[in-house]
T-cell receptor, first 114, second 115 residues
Framework: NAGVTQTPKFRVLKTGQSMTLLCAQDMNHEYMYWYRQDPGMGLRLIHYSVGEGTTAKGEVPDGYNVSRLKKQNFLLGLESAAPSQTSVYFC?????????????FGPGTRLLVL | AQSVTQLGSHVSVSEGALVLLRCNYSSSVPPYLFWYVQYPNQGLQLLLKYTTGATLVKGINGFEAEFKKSETSFHLTKPSAHMSDAAEYFCAVSEGPFGNEKLTFGTGTRLTIIP
C-alpha cells in the first residue's frame, strides 16, 4: 500500500494564480483532512471530509476550496493565491470517526507564493 | 474548546540521556491524546495515543507517555535518547465521541540529540 500520497511535492506560484493540490489514499478511509503547517503554529485544519461527496470547514478555511468526488481522493484548491498561503500542506486520512482514530499523513506539499 | 500547550519549542539532550517532552491540554470532556513525530521533510506519524484504559501508554521506538488527569498532562518520555530520535514532536488532543472529534495540535517541540 502507498498509504497517503500528495501531488505535487513542491510548487511556486505568483500572487493571483490558482492551483489544485491532490491527495490520494489507498486505505479505504472514510475521513480525509487538509492541514497547513507554519513555523511556530503547529498544524491547523483547513477543511475535512467525512465521506465521499461531503466537505466541511476547519479552523482556517478562508481562501481554500475542497472537493471529494471519489472516496480515495481529496482535492484542495487555491483560486487566487496570496503570499499568506505560503506554507507546507499536509493531507491526512482516518478510517472512522470517534476521536480516537489514528490519522495517517501524506509527505506534504511545499507551496511558495511570491 | 480544546487546546494543547507544549512547553519548550526546542529541547536538546545528550545521546543516552532521558528525553522529556511536555504537553498540557485543555478539554471540556474526557480527552483522547496523541503524540505524533515528524522527521525532516516527511509527514507526521503516530508515536502513541491514549483513548481509554491504562494511563501509561507505550509507543514505537521506546517512547511512552502517561495521562495524568489531575495535572491535565500527557508528557512524552524515553529513557535513553538515540541520534535517530532527532525530529519534531507534536502533541494533539481530541474530545472523543462526546465532543469535538477533530484533532487540535500543539505548536511542536524540536528535539536535538547531542552526540
Amino acid at each position: 500500500n502507498a498509504g497517503v500520497t500528495q501531488t505535487p511535492k513542491f510548487r511556486v506560484l505568483k500572487t493571483g494564480q490558482s492551483m489544485t493540490l491532490l491527495c490520494a489514499q489507498d486505505m479505504n478511509h472514510e475521513y480525509m483532512y487538509w492541514y497547513r503547517q507554519d513555523p511556530g503554529m503547529g498544524l491547523r485544519l483547513i477543511h475535512y471530509s467525512v465521506g465521499e461527496g461531503t466537505t466541511a470547514k476547519g479552523e482556517v478555511p478562508d481562501g481554500y476550496n475542497v472537493s471529494r468526488l471519489k472516496k480515495q481522493n481529496f482535492l484542495l484548491g487555491l483560486e487566487s493565491a496570496a503570499p499568506s498561503q505560503t506554507s507546507v500542506y499536509f493531507c491526512a486520512s482516518s478510517y472512522l470517526r470517534g476521536g480516537g482514530e489514528t490519522q495517517y499523513f501524506g509527505p506534504g506539499t511545499r507551496l511558495l507564493v511570491l | 474548546a480544546q487546546s494543547v500547550t507544549q512547553l519548550g519549542s526546542h529541547v536538546s539532550v545528550s545521546e543516552g540521556a532521558l528525553v522529556l517532552l511536555r504537553c498540557n491540554y485543555s478539554s471540556s470532556v474526557p480527552p483522547y491524546l496523541f503524540w505524533y513525530v515528524q522527521y525532516p521533510n516527511q509527514g507526521l506519524q503516530l508515536l502513541l495515543k491514549y483513548t481509554t484504559g491504562a494511563t501509561l501508554v507505550k509507543g514505537i521506538n521506546g517512547f511512552e507517555a502517561e495521562f495524568k488527569k489531575s495535572e491535565t498532562s500527557f508528557h512524552l518520555t524515553k529513557p535513553s535518547a538515540h541520534m535517530s530520535d532527532a525530529a519534531e514532536y507534536f502533541c494533539a488532543v481530541s474530545e472523543g465521541p462526546f465532543g469535538n472529534e477533530k484533532l487540535t495540535f500543539g505548536t511542536g517541540t524540536r528535539l536535538t540529540i547531542i552526540p
